[in-house]
């Protein structure tokens, strides 16, 4: 058996608007979750600030789940844009999720809050980044967010 080991890339910042109600659909309650630019991304391989105009598409399933399809780019120091889709799972006990629906900033530890990045970087420095796996752990505050990303090696 081969374990794969971790190497850290990067954490995010970002500042979030207000949800954007779509309401009950046939397999969940939908939202949108529009995300500003810049954030900062910092990181031993990579710094930069996400780029703008890009949001999250969540789906609150029946049993509590909320599914995260989240698509974004970050803009590099040195001024390489690189594409993002970011889909994962945040759950957490009924309390901890109500509290963090209501806007209060809640230890992230409390919820578990993963997901799995996938990047498009252009030819280049950052092409490294198309022949990876990544996976990330978030934590959810009132109107931002902050992401830690893993590459598994």
């Known amino acids: 058996m081969i374990k794969p080991d971790l190497e850290f890339v ?9 949800p954007v109600a779509i309401g009950p659909t046939y397999d969940g309650t939908r939202r949108i979750i529009p995300i500003l630019g810049g954030g900062r991304v910092e990181g031993p391989r990579i710094k930069g600030r996400l780029v703008g105009n890009a949001a ?12 995260a399809d ?7 120091d040195d001024g390489v844009v690189i594409q993002i ?4 799972l945040r759950h957490g006990p009924p309390e901890v999720m109500a509290r963090l629906a209501a806007g209060e900033e809640v230890d992230p530890s409390a919820y578990y809050f993963r997901t799995v990045p996938e990047f498009i970087a252009p030819e280049g420095p950052y092409d490294w980044m198309n022949r990876s796996i990544f996976i990330c752990s978030g ?4 109107l931002g967010i902050k992401l830690w ?3 598994v090696l």
Not at 70 to 76: G, K, N, S, V
Not at 85 to 88: D, K, V, W
């Open 10 to 18: 990067y954490e995010a910042t970002g500042d979030l608007e207000p």
């Open 56 to 67: 999250d598409w969540q789906l609150t399933r029946s049993d509590g789940v909320t599914v």
């Open 70 to 76: 989240a698509i974004y780019a970050l803009e590099t």
């Open 85 to 88: 889709r970011n889909r994962g």
């Open 139 to 142: 934590a959810r505050y009132p």
């Open 149 to 151: 990303v893993w590459r």
